[in-house]
């Protein structure tokens, strides 16, 4: 079976871990900052905050952000749903904005149609490693006075004219799950060059304590092990050489399928790095079977395929049961095109054309 995801993990990981445990000092300590002082340099910005996971650093960078009760922040519905829940958790009201069908992210123009006087907050995923189009977004969010939070939890290493993205906003956000393009077990990560916002973020995700035994607001334990800073120490120095290989299968999975009637494979947008964390097509009514029968030939053929994701946020039961009733169209339409193929380092030449071959066999 060719998984749809593996994380790639190699003796260098396996002896930090090691050593960590030979040294006593496994909880939060001087590999952590390791890590943290190493993935501000990597992605361009002053400050990096590890946390326990990719939702943690999402309603870390929020709080920090003062997002409070009855706040409305604006975002995608077509993302997991920790984008939206992470809002939740602060008790404001995550209001969402349709999608650019082309990228599958947030289109600015309907960002604005949804901003009234309770709006207090962006916050855009880069999707599957897409960057969203940053500069119409910061020019909607700089006019109306909203704080833009990048959510680019499956986004390490992509760029948008040349500056990587958790760098452009006030803050941005990663995740260190195993499926993700680097990763710590679990964990998460927060980007800023506001030093009050780190300030924060670094209180908050130590039980509200500005110092030993010091609280001064409502915290969490959101705090890193060394043991995870670790791995993501030795992770981080072999990114950009994941992220080749993503983007090295990519190319060959669009040539190889680029001719294929009712595939659309994925469109990259001029001055941006596409980091595929997922390589997401679009299986239209013009292919010769449907979307779930293609993914049950995949998988007789040992393929992983995956649909990120079936539905919007909003239509979750969840969200149903909360009353909302949102239509976004363009969403609506290409959660039931969208389909993943693998594309991750672990995949090989013979891999890609093996995936390739199977879904042209059903075209013909």
């Known amino acids: 079976m060719i998984p749809i995801a593996k994380p790639t993990i190699g003796p260098e990981e396996k002896n930090a871990v090691l050593d960590v445990l030979d040294s006593g000092m496994i909880a939060q300590g001087s590999k952590t900052k390791e890590l943290e002082d190493a993935f501000a340099n990597y992605i361009g910005t002053e400050h990096a905050i590890a946390v326990t996971s990719g939702t943690s650093a999402l309603h870390c960078a929020l709080l920090a952000s003062g997002i409070k009760e009855g706040d409305e922040v604006i975002t995608t519905p077509f993302s997991f749903t920790a984008t939206a829940n992470s809002i939740l958790y602060c008790g404001a009201k995550p209001v969402f904005a349709d999608i650019d069908p082309e990228t599958f992210?947030?289109?600015?123009?309907?960002?604005?149609?949804?901003?009234?006087?309770?709006?207090?907050?962006?916050?855009?995923?880069?999707?599957?490693?897409?960057?969203?189009?940053?500069?119409?977004?910061?020019?909607?969010?700089?006019?109306?006075?909203?704080?833009?939070?990048?959510?680019?939890?499956?986004?390490?290493?992509?760029?948008?004219?040349?500056?990587?993205?958790?760098?452009?906003?006030?803050?941005?956000?990663?995740?260190?799950?195993?499926?993700?393009?680097?990763?710590?077990?679990?964990?998460?990560?927060?980007?800023?060059?506001?030093?009050?916002?780190?300030?924060?973020?670094?209180?908050?995700?130590?039980?509200?304590?500005?110092g030993r035994d010091n609280q001064v607001l409502l915290g969490y334990n959101y705090r890193m092990t060394d043991i995870q800073a670790a791995i993501g120490v030795e992770q981080l120095k072999k990114l950009e050489g994941f992220i080749e290989k993503r983007i090295n299968n990519a190319n060959m999975l669009t040539e190889g399928l680029k001719d294929v009637k009712g595939i659309i494979t994925p469109i990259i947008k001029k001055d941006t790095r596409h980091v595929f964390n997922q390589y997401t097509l679009r299986v239209t009514d013009e292919f010769k079977m449907s979307r779930e029968e293609l993914i049950q030939k995949l998988k007789d053929a040992g393929i992983g395929a995956f649909v990120y994701y079936p539905k919007p946020i909003y239509r979750q039961k969840y969200y149903q049961d909360s009353g909302y009733t949102d239509n976004c169209k363009n969403t609506e339409n290409i959660t039931k095109e969208v389909l993943s193929i693998p594309v991750h380092p672990n995949v090989t030449e013979d891999d890609v054309r093996k995936i390739i071959d199977t879904i042209t066999k059903q075209a013909s």
Do not use: W
């Not at 604005?112 to 940053?134: R, W, Y």
């Not at 006075?145 to 040349?162: F, N, P, R, V």
């Not at 195993?178 to 710590?184: H, I, Q, S």
């Open 105 to 210: 992210n947030i289109d600015p123009l309907k960002i604005e149609e949804q901003i009234t006087s309770k709006t207090k907050a962006v916050l855009v995923v880069h999707l599957f490693g897409n960057p969203c189009d940053m500069d119409r977004i910061k020019e909607v969010c700089n006019k109306h006075k909203l704080s833009l939070i990048e959510d680019a939890c499956q986004a390490h290493g992509a760029k948008y004219k040349g500056q990587k993205v958790g760098s452009i906003g006030d803050c941005g956000v990663f995740s260190l799950y195993p499926t993700k393009n680097m990763t710590t077990g679990e964990g998460g990560m927060i980007t800023t060059n506001s030093p009050e916002i780190a300030k924060k973020c670094r209180i908050i995700r130590d039980h509200g304590q500005d």
